[in-house]
Nanobody, 130 residues
Framework: QVQLRESGPGLVKPSQTLSLTCTAS??????????WIWVRQPPGKGLEWMGA???????YYNPSLKSRTSISRDTSKNQFTLQLTSQSPEDAAVYYC??????????????????????WGQGTQVTVSP
């Protein structure tokens, strides 16, 4: 059983970089076929897939956010991190980390579908304000 916990600032200023960390327990993030995902949900809107990092370290990004997004990992701490630059009020959302376990080769579509996720963090609210 995998447990995920997000951590990071609840408030960031416009133009700053948001940095969130997800700490995984129960499985190493390097375990084969595990993909570690970031999604967000702005107020009144649906979930938006942001990107993922695979057990191998390969990263996948939503094209609409790719220029501002970076996902990395610290295997010694069993953590993966989201950085989102150039914050604006439109980035205010609840941010979730999640995990998907799959052996499919064409993995991107399954990473984009929240209905396919196996594990979820509880989410963390981020507000963007001066």
């Amino acid at each position: 059983q995998v447990q995920l916990r997000e951590s990071g600032p609840g408030l960031v200023k416009p133009s700053q970089t948001l940095s969130l960390t997800c700490t995984a327990s129960g499985e190493p993030i390097t375990n084969t076929y595990y993909y570690w995902i970031w999604v967000r949900q702005p107020p009144g809107k649906g979930l938006e897939w942001m990107g993922a990092i695979a057990y191998s370290g390969r990263t996948y990004y939503n094209p609409s956010l790719k220029s501002r997004t970076s996902i990395s990992r610290d295997t010694s701490k069993n953590q993966f991190t989201l950085q989102l630059t150039s914050q604006s009020p439109e980035d205010a959302a609840v941010y979730y980390c999640a995990a998907r376990v799959t052996s499919v080769l064409e993995v991107v579509d399954t990473l984009k579908d929240p209905n396919e996720y196996d594990y979820w963090g509880q989410g963390t609210q981020v507000t963007v304000s001066p």
